[in-house]
Every structure is written in C-alpha cells, then in structure tokens.
C-alpha cells in the first residue's frame, strides 16, 4: 500500500504541475502566440483525434482493470496479456482508418468555415494512432502499479513540447506547417517513450499462452469490453462533441475561445481525475470480492473530500474571474461566461463522488453504457439547438446540462440497485458554506488593483470558507494538523536521513 499511496501523490503532483504549464499554455501563450484560427486548428484536431483514439481501443483499457489481475503471472508474462491488446488495437485501428478515410469528404464538407482543419485533417490518422496506443500502453502501466511515468509523459511531456514549439513558430524559427508536423510528432515520440518504458520494465512481452485464453469465460470478455467500448466513446465524446460542432457551426476563433474557458472551467475537477486513476483498481477489486461495505465506504468519502475541495475551487474561480479574465488576451475575454457555466458543472460531477467507477465495474455497466449514450445524444441535440442561437455560450450550457443530468441519473441508478444514499448533514453543510462564501464575496470591497484585489479576495474567501467548515465540525484541528504531517512525510519533509 505505500508504494500505491507513493504513486498517488506522485499522481496528484504530476496532474497539478502539468495544469499549471497547460493552463501557462494554453491562457497565456498560445493566445498571445498563436491567431485564433491557429489556436483553435490545435484544438479541433485534439478533439477529433481523441475520438478517434477513443474508438479503436475500444474499450480495453476498462478491460484491463477488470480482467488483468486473472491474467497476471509474472514468471510466463502475464500469459502474453500485452501482445493480446496489442491485435485487438491493431485491428481497431484499421477499422477506423478505412471508415474515416471513406467518410473524409463528408466530414471535411462539414468544416467549411475552418479551412485550416481541412487542410490538415490528414493529421488526425498518425496522431489518433499515437492517442490510441499510448491509452492502451498507459493502462497496461497503471495496472502493473506503475502510473507515474505514463503520467509524467501526458501530463507534463505533451505541453512542454507544445510550449517549445509555439516559442518556435512566435519567433519565426520554423513554419506553421512544421509546427503541426511537430505537433503530430510528439504523440508518437510519447508511444515511444512509454514503449521504451515498458521494455525498462521488462514488461513488454507479447506471446500469447492461447491455451490459459481458451479456458477464460470469452463471452463474457466480449459483451464486457463491446459495451465498454461504446462507453469510452461516448465519454469521450460528450467532453468533445461540443468543440467539434462549436467547429462546424462557427469558425475557429469561437472554438478557441471556447476551449479556452472550458479548459480553465474545467481545472475543478482535476482532483476527481487523480482520485479515480488510484481508487478505480480498489473500488475494481471490492466489487469482484463482494465487498460493498468498502465500496459505500470509499463512495461516501469520495462525495465528501471532493465536494469540500471543489467547493472550494469554485470559489476561488468566482471570485476571482473578473480579475483573471484580464490576463487573457482581449480577444478571448467573452469566454468569461463560459467559464462559468462549465466550471459549474465540473463542480456537480465532484460532488457526486465516484460514481462512475462503481457502475461500471459492477454487474450494471450495460445499464451504465446506454445511460451514457443517451447522455450523449442529448448532448448533440442540446448544442445542435443552441449553438445557432447563443454561439459558444450556448454550447457551455449545453454540455453543462448533458453532464449535469448524466451524474444525477447515475446517482438515482446507484440508489436503485446497490442501495447507496451518500449524502447526509455534512454535505449540506459543505454546501451552505460554499454559497455563504460567494454571496459573502459580493459584499467584498471593489479594488482597482488586480493583484491586490485577488489576493485579498482569495485571503478573505479562505478564511471564511476554513471558518465556516470548522464551526460546523465539518473538519476539525487535529484533521487539518495530521493532514499536514501526512503531506510532510510523503514529501519527505522535516524528516531525518538514516
């Protein structure tokens, strides 16, 4: 368990320092550096090729967490697990290729007002290539306990080359078709790392024992990772089907403003990220053992933590965003609303804890999956209404209410079958704190500093929110006290060399 709490907080650390260069990116950077057309090109091929990188995969990076522990012996090689992933992604991968390459004039005549998509749409085949494999690799990674390279390279590798070569492109050292070639490149350079990785592990094994497969239950295997595959796309998509159709209904200076606030809205829900990259293996194991007592316990606790910390993210977001959106460079302030709107519902999805993780690692992820498409589809139907009629705004509350709905249906399911209820006085409370705190800030006095006016902003909103959290024992002294000695000794601070 310490090396799992270890990673963890390697995890946690890697995520916030590779948010902190994406959003030095992606907010200050890449607006000041790159035209909005430019920008919003980066964003829409990302997007695309995410889905794409989603599809082909399908779905066996949920089979991994569910099945590997069956596979797993360390002396034959895990029985050739790795090689097994490897076809099965492979023949995906040329599936979709063929299907896109067909529907390609299709999709392109749908872009006519981002020509610069059109133009280097062939980009998305190598970089949906690169996506795909390093998602299968990476869960190969988490499930031999070895996360924190796999998420060095996404989180903080992929934006600090991204960082150099939109450096490169501003001071005019290389092209703007070089620099999409050296986007595109550094997804692969990424599949190699992780390869090179993986052999440093002597992890990379791919000869399958067919016998030890033919003695598994396939049928279930099958139905398991056909209805995960639907699931991984369709949560991938309802996070990018909006940049897509902001895309195809705008031109590519909304999609970059748009990406821009989602991005910054969406910086609330890092913390549920990281948690469920390490409980989703636990929550995986407890259901196989038919331990829900652990289940509800670690449910319950999630809901919790995560609410108080994304409570108090979104605080500091509002109170705050009038000051910050004069950073960003004036062409992209009407994101402000956007931002907003989606940070928001990044906050719902914190409160309602891991709810993802325990139906779809339960014997309910068929229900899990058609509740996610009809998520999805209500997604597409909600931006393809707004979109034309309040533009990007439009899209955010659409996406918004798609998510919104989707985790309160998951909450009403976990109700239903499991007999789960994991709110009580104590959420209520967090939550009566967290809208004391904002409407405490309308009264805060107007400074025309910006710098003084955040600081004092985010002094004063601290302390209330501290204050209102332990007046109502929500969280007591000995909690925040031992809270900071376990961060002291994980980090290895104040503590003696042996």
């Not at 705008?250 to 969406?266: C, F, N, P, R």
């Not at 965003?321 to 062409?331: H, R, Y």
């Not at 690692?361 to 209500?378: D, E, M, R």
């Amino acid at each position: 368990m310490g090396s799992i709490k270890k990673q963890g907080l390697a995890n946690t650390v890697i995520s916030y320092v590779g948010t902190f260069i994406g959003f030095l990116n992606l907010v200050i950077l890449q607006p000041f550096m790159l035209s909005p057309q430019e920008l919003g090109l980066t964003r829409i091929l990302y997007s695309f090729t995410i889905l794409v990188g989603t599809v082909f995969p399908i779905g066996l990076n949920f089979l991994t967490i569910k099945f590997f522990p069956t596979f797993k012996n360390k002396e034959n090689g895990h029985n050739g697990y790795l090689g097994l992933l490897l076809i099965v992604a492979f023949v995906g991968y040329f599936i979709a290729f063929f299907s896109i390459l067909l529907l390609k004039s299709a999709i392109v005549s749908k872009y006519h007002d981002s020509p610069l998509f059109v133009e280097y749409f062939n980009y998305v085949f190598p970089i949906s290539f690169c996506v795909g494999f390093v998602s299968i690799i990476s869960g190969y990674c988490n499930a031999l306990f070895k996360s924190s390279i796999p998420s060095f390279l996404n989180e903080i590798y992929l934006r600090l080359f991204a960082t150099i070569i939109v450096v490169l492109y501003f001071l005019k050292i290389i092209s703007f078709d070089v620099f999409v070639f050296l986007y595109s490149f550094s997804y692969a350079l990424q599949l190699i790392f992780l390869l090179l990785y993986v052999f440093y592990l002597r992890q990379f094994h791919l000869k399958i024992n067919f016998s030890f497969f033919q003695k598994q239950n396939k049928k279930e295997i099958i139905t398991y990772t056909a209805f995960l595959a639907v699931g991984s796309l369709a949560s991938i998509g309802i996070r990018n089907i909006d940049i897509m159709l902001v895309g195809s209904y705008l031109d590519l200076h909304y999609v970059a403003i748009y990406t821009l606030g989602m991005t910054i809205g969406s910086l609330i829900e890092i913390p549920i990220n990281s948690l469920g990259r390490i409980a989703d293996a636990k929550i995986s194991d407890a259901i196989q053992r038919n331990d829900w007592d652990m289940v509800c316990s670690v449910y319950k606790k999630s809901i919790e933590k995560l609410t108080l910390f994304g409570g108090f993210l979104l605080i500091m977001l509002y109170v705050n965003i009038n000051d910050a959106i004069t950073f960003i460079n004036a062409q992209y302030a009407t994101s402000k609303n956007v931002i907003l709107i989606i940070s928001f519902s990044a906050f719902v999805n914190m409160a309602t804890g891991l709810n993802t993780s325990i139906i779809y690692y339960s014997h309910k992820y068929i229900l899990g999956t058609l509740l996610l498409l009809g998520t999805i589809l209500v997604s597409i139907f909600l931006n393809v209404i707004l979109i034309p009629l309040y533009g990007i705004e439009g899209a955010a509350w659409a996406t918004s209410i798609a998510m919104i709905l989707y985790n309160v249906a998951k909450f009403f399911l976990i109700k239903k079958y499991f007999k789960m209820q994991p709110y009580n006085a104590s959420f209520l409370k967090i939550i009566g704190s967290i809208f004391s705190c904002l409407l405490f800030s309308l009264f805060f006095p107007k400074i025309d500093n910006k710098y003084i006016s955040m600081i004092l902003n985010s002094v004063f909103t601290s302390i209330t929110y501290l204050s209102l959290l332990l007046v109502f024992k929500i969280i007591t002294t000995q909690q925040i006290k031992k809270e900071s000695e376990n961060l002291k000794k994980y980090m290895g601070i104040g503590t003696k060399s042996s």
